[in-house]
């Protein structure tokens, strides 16, 4: 993917940046469609329309789309997700509903939202991880959007003067766990000093959107505290290539969007045999500066079959030499064999 870097019209005032802050290039636009091509489009909303200390809403959307060897585009599919998580009260999943409907879902309600979501989707719906399915997509991000959350939650708390109560996302991380989470660098640092992580100070979130109502799915304009995670997926069978964005924004009080996370990956790959022949990640804007060393990473991945890739990142892509949102973008890979069959 070609990302350009960001060209703001006009300067905007971001006010003070954590000293430590990490890459600040994010992209604006998206490419142009591939003739021949099939972009595959997700996004999860943050919310908390009660209120920060309210329950955090989870509002997914994801499209399928093919782009005809005339440019024309053909919709292939779609998926939404809602979700309620009591982000304070243990990550504890109080509602889910989804497009297309499964019911055997409805057991995880009651459940948590965090550790072992992901195998409760796959023992309820096996299929789903089987098939390239949108909505799995969908579900296998509810743990980390809801942990990326705990940002829109923290700098409200810091902004009121208070603090991040335990059982919020402080739990769930791990020292040594990535790159970002490195004993000694800046999360742990203060995590150690104070009891809580520093607030991501991001830059502002160029569009994007442009000239092309196909681009992307609809997407609402999102209020103050709100935050999203965007990804885009172009395979382009005739260049054996996949282009890949990955993005997470928060709005702050004064509706200014930010970038907390972002990548950009260009993926080649074997049709013939079904594995990755090179990749290569860019960050684009990541919190902070231990966090950008992640990206040599991806160039383990030469070699392995993309049909096995959620489970081989999992078992070997860990500790201070990954990202776990790189990762998360990595692992959506798995589904290209399952995309390159709806591109033809």
Not at 61 to 79: C, F, N, S, W, Y
Not at 121 to 134: H, I, M, S, T, W
Not at 288 to 316: D, F, K, M, N, Y
Request: negative net charge; aromatic residues 6%; hydrophobic residues 40%.
């Amino acid at each position: 993917m070609q990302a350009r870097r960001s060209a703001l019209s006009a300067p905007v005032f971001l006010g003070p940046l954590h000293p430590r802050h990490g890459i600040h290039e994010p992209t604006t636009g998206t490419p142009a469609r591939v003739r021949g091509s099939v972009r595959r489009t997700v996004t999860t909303d943050m919310l908390r329309p009660v209120g920060i200390d309210g329950p955090l809403v989870l509002a997914g959307r994801a499209r399928d789309l093919r782009t005809e060897r005339d440019g024309t585009p053909v919709e292939l599919g779609r998926a939404t997700l809602a979700a309620t998580v009591d982000f304070t009260g243990g990550w504890e999943l109080n509602a889910l509903s989804t497009d297309p409907a499964y019911p055997e879902l409805d057991g995880l309600v009651g459940t948590s939202a965090g550790s072992g979501f992901r195998a409760k989707v796959l023992d309820a719906v096996p299929a789903l991880g089987e098939d390239g399915a949108l909505l799995y997509q969908l579900l296998d991000d509810v743990p980390v959007t809801t942990l990326v959350s705990g940002q829109a939650y923290g700098a409200a708390k810091q902004a009121e003067g208070g603090h991040r109560p335990r059982g919020t996302s402080q739990h769930v991380h791990g020292r040594d766990m990535c790159a970002g989470f490195a004993d000694g660098g800046t999360i742990m640092a203060g995590f150690d000093a104070t009891g809580r992580a520093p607030i991501v100070t991001g830059p502002a979130a160029p569009p994007l959107t442009g000239d092309d109502p196909w681009a992307w799915h609809d997407v609402p304009p999102l209020p103050p505290h709100a935050m999203r995670r965007s990804r885009l997926m172009d395979v382009d069978p005739g260049r054996e290539r996949v282009d890949v964005f990955y993005r997470d924004s928060y709005v702050r009080p004064d509706g200014l969007e930010t970038v907390i996370h972002e990548y950009t990956v260009v993926l080649d790959f074997d049709a013939a045999e079904g594995v990755v022949r090179s990749c290569e990640a860019t960050p684009r804007a990541l919190p902070w500066v231990e966090c950008p060393a992640a990206a040599a990473s991806v160039t383990r991945l030469a070699g392995v079959a993309l049909a096995g890739l959620r489970g081989h990142i999992r078992r070997t892509f860990t500790g201070t030499s990954t990202c776990t949102h790189l990762n998360d973008t990595l692992r959506a890979l798995a589904d290209v064999p399952d995309l390159l069959r709806l591109a033809s």
